[in-house]
């Protein structure tokens, strides 16, 4: 069964599982103790720490294990918040953020601090002047993940940590989905990661406070991992996380060369058999493995069970997946459709033979999906004699407001509207975006009893 999701979870690589076996006989004792076996166990953590470093870029005494990737985020953030609290209490951070980051700039904000979520460019980038402009007098801590984790697309890490280290901030990375590509370029402060993103076993962040940096951790005093991450050590997994690391690393260029191509084959093939989808992000600025596509018309949590039963195993950004059937923040930061929404993240060794079967199953489904749920075969073209049309889509989850627009947009005039009501959280972004697609106008959204009024115009 082809596995497609390794921006959640990588497989575990061969080198981990051998390390891991290795080190649960030789690193079970105490790495504290001076006594032969923990002298051995210390032996193996900083062995570790320092292939660890190595990858990050880092020196060894500047890098801690923590438990989770994050864990890593949430003690950097607030660290580094403290040690500059002196400096102010702002939070600079862009709105496409792991959703760790957002969780401790809410935190952050619910004790009396204040952050600026810097926006993002169709394609989920910022632009480094923008992000500049946010930074304020009192900014103590900036936020930039190197790439997002949801449709791939490289953040400008350089250019804005160089901005950053102009105004005097700091800049924590959260380099969780590509550290294992390569290491992260420019004057970082902070950076955060997690090994099972690359392929080690899970349950261990990494996080690096470069010396300088004023770091204040928060919580109980510990004494372990320089007082940054509380608790015992899980030796064992630490040394299959830092040989993982140290694997991976050696095969990136190549693998990376392999998966581009199957990605591109897969960002080329999706828009030319799917009718109505759009593929997001970054088309050359992307991480090698990771593509995302919305698909008009579909239900994305029917999409990804029907691909399930073809034998695929593919995640999501689309509020359809969710239980709280909300929008993914990083979708509607972009602009972009959201209904319908698949990510495909291909491991290391995925076949071509499993990416070709794929294309050649997805759009039988989507097809087979839009079919049940009744959306529209094609846009009409001949012009309706109706002045304007009221569409109740109360109550109604995506994809189904927009479907109910499909429907009746014929059946107005060119020039006339069609109002659409709707409670989804969903619709005031994917109804733009289907204006979009479809060439009509998105006049705008007005305050309706129960929801909202989202207007559109009959272009053609």
Known sequence: MPYFDAASAAPLHPVARQALLAALD????????????GRRARLLLDAAREAAAEAVGCRPDELVFTSSGTTAVHAGIAGALSGRRRVGRHLALSAVEHSSVLHSAAAHEAAGG????VPVDRTGAVDPAVYAGALRADTALACLQSANHE??????????????AEAGVPLLVDAAQSLGWGPVPGRWSLLTASAHKWGGPAGVGLLAVRKGVRFAPQGPAGERESGRAAGFENLPA???AAAS??????EAAAEAARLRALVHRIRSVVAERVPDVEVVGDPERRLPHLVTFSCLYVDGETLLHELDRREFSV????SCTSSTLIPSHVLKAMGVLSEGNVRVSLPTGTAGADVDRFLEVLPGVVAEVR???GAPVSAPHSPGPAASLVVDALGRRCPIPVIELAKVIGEVAVGATVTVLADDEA???????WCEMRGQEYVGEEPADLGSAYVVRRLS
């Open 427 to 433: 619709a005031r972004l994917d109804i733009p975006a």
């Open 371 to 373: 079919k049940r749920l």
């Open 114 to 117: 204040s952050f600026t979520e």
């Open 151 to 164: 449709v791939g697309t490289e953040q400008p890490v350089a250019e804005v940590a160089a901005l950053c």
């Open 26 to 37: 030789e690193g079970w004792a105490d790495p504290a103790r001076l006594y032969r076996e």
């Open 238 to 240: 630490i040394v299959a």
């Open 315 to 318: 995640s999501s950004g689309s």
């Open 245 to 250: 690391l140290r694997a991976v690393r050696g």
